[in-house]
């Protein structure tokens, strides 16, 4: 059974920095495509990252490109969230996700394992 366990969420000032985690058991990963997203309290859950597992292959939402960094841990079966400059328009929960498939991120409903989430809050 796949398990997707985020943490490294919290409350930050605007400027600052958080860096998310996810944990994933239950498969061999290396052909995943592991991803972030977000929802804000009122908003559409939304596209932040993703990477592939096998190339490290990296796509990024344009509201967060050039701040935030995804990256992934093969040893540890871990993907980070590395989320600099921070802004109050980022809070959200951010949720952990997993596609079978390799290549460009698909539709987020297309996504087959999501985690429980971590809520990030920037205070202004």
């Known amino acids: 059974q796949v398990q997707l366990v985020e943490s490294g969420g919290g409350l930050v000032q605007a400027g600052g920095s958080l860096r998310l985690s996810c944990a994933a058991s239950g498969r061999t990963f290396s052909r995943y495509t592991m991803g972030w997203s977000r929802q804000a309290p009122g908003k559409e859950r939304e596209f932040v990252a993703a990477?592939?597992?096998?190339?490290?292959?990296?796509y990024y939402a344009d509201s967060v490109n050039g701040r935030f960094t995804i990256s992934r841990d093969n040893a540890k079966n871990t993907v980070y969230l590395q989320m600099n400059s921070l802004k109050p328009e980022d809070t959200a929960v951010y949720y952990c996700?997993?596609?079978?498939?390799?290549?460009?991120?698909?539709?987020?409903?297309?996504?087959?394992?999501w985690g429980q989430g971590t809520q990030v809050t920037v205070s202004s």
């Open positions: 990477i592939n597992w096998s190339d490290g292959s990296t």
């Open positions: 996700n997993a596609d079978r498939r390799l290549g460009p991120p698909p539709p987020l409903y297309e996504y087959d394992y």
